[in-house]
């Protein structure tokens, strides 16, 4: 018995929680589904300091899959001027920038990467010009896979540098990003990659909750 399912968002047809996201009826995109156990504010206190204090509301099944670098948590920071200029007495602007790899993307990236380790796959990559392929990378070097980042042949390598840093391959793609886009799910799908961004959709955006 898994705390998740898949439920496809357009047919409402449910599976059990595996390596998919799209719809076997209607190819429509399969969202997660969630079996709460009982919770209250107090659950999450005195936990961790990271996003992962919040596991029950995460599609991990097992907390040994967790593959964390430490991220979320970060500050609320006031903005008395541009509050002003709203007309707004309470403004906060979180500031995700302070995440390990500078981005808030550590947050689905994470996520989608521990699910694939509780998937059982090799390897993980994913779509990206700028931080996804850093939160990815990072990721993937505390969990031991190989990280294949898709873009573009003639971005700036500047924008890359920080995830082949972490290890990863940079797979470049004679095209636009969309040719990236394309590539990189038709060669996750038929390699097993756990690409975060396409393949690994569904379990990856439960990370932007956070
Ligand atoms: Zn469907």
């Known amino acids: 018995m898994t705390r998740t399912s898949l439920q496809c968002r357009e047919c409402k047809k449910e599976y059990d929680t595996a390596f998919k996201y799209i719809c076997e009826d209607c190819f429509g995109p399969l969202d997660v589904k969630y079996d709460f156990p009982s919770i209250s504010k107090d659950t999450f206190s005195n ?10 509301l995460l599609p991990i099944e097992d ?11 970060t500050p609320l920071i006031k903005a008395d001027k541009l509050g002003e200029k709203l007309g707004l007495n309470n403004l906060y602007i979180k500031n995700d920038s302070v995440n390990p790899t500078f981005s808030f993307k550590d947050r689905p990236a994470g996520v989608a990467i521990s699910k694939a380790k509780e998937f ?9 010009t700028g931080n996804l392929a850093s939160a990815t990378a990072a990721h993937a070097a505390k969990g031991g896979f190989p990280c294949h980042i898709f873009a573009p042949s003639n971005i700036e390598m500047a924008k ?10 940079y797979i470049a793609v004679d095209g636009t990003y969309d040719d990236a886009n394309r590539i990189a799910a038709q060669i996750g799908d038929s390699k097993g990659i756990g690409i ?9 955006v439960e990370g932007s909750k956070t």
């Open 196 to 204: 975060v961004n396409i393949n690994m959709r569904s379990h990856y």
């Open 160 to 169: 890359i540098t920080q995830a082949l840093s972490y290890g990863a391959n």
């Open 47 to 56: 936990r961790e300091h990271t996003y992962w204090r919040y596991f029950e």
């Open 63 to 73: 907390k040994s899959n967790i593959v964390s670098i430490n991220a979320g948590m």
């Open 120 to 128: 059982g796959l090799s390897a993980v990559g994913c779509a990206s």
